[in-house]
């Protein structure tokens, strides 16, 4: 939802203007394209996950359905419970595939958490103060649910593999 709020002081301190306030939920939903985009642009300077040669669509694909989870939790009344994220454990399978570790996964998702956050950050100016530190919240307890869903699913598939260590 997007609501107009008029400043009593514009810019220069002179009076009139507004700006549209939104809710992290719609930022992120805004700029998901950025936030895939930037996310990248953070991978592609760690050595740790650039050495692992993928397309586009290999290493992004993953990250829209990861995003609209964290924007339908943003979007869930308080205290109902969040559902377990599918497409993190489909990523934790595709990971494992594709010859991550395990620290390379949560390098990747410590790299979203940043990325939104920063997303975020540029975006201030829209945000709705009262329900940003909650959102927080909520964000890194998405991106960290979804974490435990690709390690679950990698691990089982370790398991299941005894030529990788």
């Not at 419970?81 to 996964?105: C, E, F, N, T, W």
């Not at 890194?140 to 593999?161: C, H, I, N, P, S």
């Amino acid at each position: 939802m997007i609501k107009t709020v008029k400043s009593p002081t514009g810019v220069n301190g002179k009076s009139g203007g507004s700006s549209a306030i939104e809710s992290v939920a719609d930022i992120l939903e805004r700029e998901l394209q950025h936030v895939i985009e930037d996310w990248l642009a953070r991978v592609d300077q760690e050595a740790d996950l650039a050495c692992i040669s993928l397309n586009y669509d290999d290493r992004t694909g993953h990250l829209p359905h990861l995003l609209h989870d964290v924007i339908a939790r943003l979007r869930l009344n308080a205290g109902t419970k969040a559902p377990i994220s599918a497409a993190a454990a489909i990523h934790g399978d595709l990971r494992h595939k594709q010859g991550y570790s395990v620290a390379m996964v949560v390098e990747e998702s410590r790299l979203l958490q940043v990325t939104i956050f920063w997303t975020l950050h540029k975006n201030v100016k829209h945000l709705e103060f009262s329900l940003l530190l909650p959102d927080v919240v909520t964000i890194a307890d998405e991106v960290d649910a979804q974490l435990k869903q690709q390690m679950l699913r990698f691990m089982a598939r370790d398991a299941g593999d005894p030529t990788r260590k």
